[in-house]
């Protein structure tokens, strides 16, 4: 069925909400009322229809509005996307997944055409039909991971594999969570995850690397993040930070129901066919307060996990000036039941 795309804003008048059915696929991500890190990996396979897991890639009534936001970053700062000169076989493999699998999961929206390396790619949401010579980059009007990125929901990196260790070298990041592509490039694992509290220490990220540096062709896998952010905001990255630190100050105990979003990110991680790189998506989700209470279980559950989050986590995900006002507010929607296992 074809989707009907919202059109909405990310910014200044913050338009952005989840519709009815929206919010029935938001990926809820806690599986028990405490959270705490840990290799949260499992197989990226496909799941039921009306879930976010009915495709691989999914593509929601966000896209298009999704879509300009991002066209709207890279205009005022290009280096959200960078990938370094080895990387361009990467490109042309992302390339390859992203329309093979928006094709095969939305053919109403789009159509992936192959005749040799001659490859025809129409996106109709976007008005786009364009004709070129896979591995050829003087055949697109820009980069390869540029151009699909810029088609593509979700933040992208491409970790290059060397040296028994990841590589961040190429990436499309204007949807995130307070870090920056432009300072992490050339990065390896251990090196970008330097800032995350606790999970060092419990070995998280030792046992993470090496499950990757492993990772089969064909067999993709999937994990979540989550944070919180006010106002639905996709970008809120360090460069952006005078544009949104400071509306975490704006948050009262009357207006948490809107104002203050839950983030979740699912990240899937492919390992790519010519390359050996692996591909990184960071799909966004956002929902506010007033949505999230509609499913009762998810208001207790958020109620519960916010409430016994370890303050190590309260202070890196940036929510130690509003998760009081939070808690209070999710509390009237917590009547104490048991919530019992998974989302
Ligand atoms: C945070 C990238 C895989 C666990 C982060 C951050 C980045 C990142 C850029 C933000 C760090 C900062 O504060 O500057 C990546 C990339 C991956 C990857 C590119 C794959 C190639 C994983 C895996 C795990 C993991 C497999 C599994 C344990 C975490 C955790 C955080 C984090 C727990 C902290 C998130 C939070 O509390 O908000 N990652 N990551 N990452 N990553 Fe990864």
Redesign the pocket.
């Known amino acids: 069925m074809a989707i009907v795309f919202r059109q909405e804003t990310f910014r200044d008048d913050f338009t952005y909400r989840n519709s009815p059915e929206n919010i029935r696929r938001f990926p809820f991500p806690f599986p028990d009322d405490a959270y705490m ?5 499992e197989p990226h396979v496909k799941g039921a229809k009306g879930t976010v897991f009915e495709n691989l890639i999914d593509v929601d009534e966000h896209y298009i509005a999704e879509m300009a936001d991002r066209a709207l970053v890279l205009k005022e700062d290009p280096l959200r996307y960078q990938a370094l000169p080895h990387m361009m076989l990467a490109q042309w493999d992302t390339l390859e997944l992203l329309m093979e699998q928006q094709a095969e999961g939305y053919p109403e929206h789009f159509t992936l055409t192959k005749d040799g390396d001659r490859w025809r790619w129409i996106n109709r949401p976007l008005g786009i039909d364009d004709t070129f010579t896979f591995g050829d980059a003087t055949t697109l009007p820009m980069e390869p991971l540029e151009y699909i990125s810029r088609q593509a929901q979700g933040d992208i ?1 491409i ?1 290059d594999q060397r040296d028994g260790n ?1 590589w ?1 070298d190429a ?1 499309m990041v204007t949807t ?6 432009d ?2 490039i050339g990065m390896n ?1 251990m090196e ?6 606790l ?1 060092h220490q419990q070995g ?2 030792e ?3 090496k ?2 540096l492993n990772l089969q062709l064909g067999r993709p ?1 999937r ?1 979540y ?3 919180m952010t006010v106002n639905p905001r996709l970008d809120t990255s360090p460069e952006n930070y005078p544009k949104w630190g400071r509306d975490r100050t704006t948050v009262t105990p009357q207006n948490v129901g809107e104002k203050v979003h839950l983030r979740v ?1 699912l ?1 899937t ?1 492919w390992r790519l066919p010519r390359s050996n790189a ?1 591909l ?1 998506v ?1 799909r966004c989700y956002l929902m506010n307060m007033d949505e999230l209470v509609t499913v009762p279980k998810w208001g207790r559950r958020l109620h519960r996990v916010l409430k016994t989050l370890p303050p190590e ?1 309260v202070d ?2 940036g929510l130690s000036r509003y998760r009081d006002d939070a808690v209070a507010w999710l509390s009237k929607h917590d009547d104490g039941a048991p919530t019992g296992a998974g989302t």
């Open positions: 890190y840990s290799v949260n990996v990196t970790v990841l961040m990436g995130q969570a307070d870090w920056s592509l300072f992490d694992f970008w995850h330097g800032p995350v509290p999970a998280v990220f046992r993470a690397l499950f990757l896998v994990r993040n989550w944070t990110e990240q991680l692996i990184f960071i986590l890196y995900k």
